[in-house]
Structures are given as structure tokens and as C-alpha cells.
């Protein structure tokens, strides 16, 4: 018959105490409590990014088109004017931009003599972040100058 052995519990090894479980509880919540606000952070910051990019390609588009115009056959820098390029779309009117986004175009004769315009085109939006869309506008512009060879 196998021999029963009694394991004695010795003083100070009974595992560990509510006051040490207590303490890694709260030291375990505080680095979690710091990963989720930077995980917040970086969410806020790659939608501001995308944000951005959005309306730096809204004011490539504008640019593009007003280059296509000074140099499609047949043309010349005269129609590079507000009824092609509108000088405002509002929110919502953008075609395939989401509705927080509008876009403002400006078109100066160069006043130098020679023929030239210069394009300048603003897209202004609203940032939308974890807490909701911000009230304040952000804004991205780009300038080109067309001029005849």
C-alpha cells in the first residue's frame, strides 16, 4: 500500500495576499488605462491624416482640370474661367467628396502684360475625429500659374 504523505503549508508561502492582488489589479489598469488613450490618439491622427489627404486631392483635381483647359487643342488660357472651374462648391456639392468638404477656386489675369492666370484653389473641411465633427475648418490650397508657350 502506497504511503500518504501530508504536504504541511509552511508559514509565508500560502500564495498571495489580497493587498498584493489589489495593488498589480490597480498597476495592470493604469497601463491598460494608457494603452486605450494612445490607441485613441493614433486613431485621431490616421483619420486627420486621411482627412487631409482628401482635400489635397479635391485641390489637385481643380488644378488638373484647369491645366487640362489651358492645354487642350483648340483652346487657350481664355477658358480658364469661372464658368469652367466654379469659384464656389459648398458642402455637399463636391462630386464623389464626402459631404464635410468645400472647395473654393480663384482665377487672377496676370496684371504683368504678359498672358498668364494664376489658379488658386482652397478646400476647406470639417475634421472629424472620435469626438465628433469639430466645428473649426481646416484648410489645404495650392496655386498654379498657366501661362501660353
Known amino acids: 500500500m502506497p504511503v500518504l504523505r501530508r504536504l504541511k503549508i509552511r508559514s509565508g508561502e500560502a500564495g498571495f495576499t489580497l493587498a498584493e492582488i489589489m495593488v498589480a489589479c490597480a498597476i495592470v489598469s493604469v497601463g491598460l488605462i494608457a494603452v486605450s488613450t494612445g490607441f485613441g490618439f493614433g486613431v485621431d491622427g490616421v483619420e486627420a491624416g486621411r482627412q487631409q489627404s482628401s482635400a489635397v486631392f479635391l485641390a489637385e483635381q ?54 498668364g492666370k494664376r489658379v ?16 473649426t475648418e481646416r484648410t489645404v490650397s495650392l496655386s498654379i500659374f498657366l501661362a501660353t508657350r
Open 120 to 135: 488658386d484653389v482652397s478646400v476647406f473641411y470639417k475634421p472629424v475625429t472620435g469626438r465628433g465633427v469639430l466645428a
Open 62 to 115: 481643380r488644378i488638373e482640370l484647369a491645366k487640362e483647359l489651358a492645354a487642350h487643342p483648340g483652346t487657350n488660357l481664355a477658358d480658364v474661367n469661372t464658368t469652367n472651374l466654379p469659384a464656389t462648391e459648398a458642402y455637399g456639392t463636391i462630386s464623389g467628396a464626402p459631404s464635410t468638404y468645400r472647395r473654393t477656386t480663384t482665377i487672377t489675369t496676370n496684371p504683368g502684360g504678359t498672358s
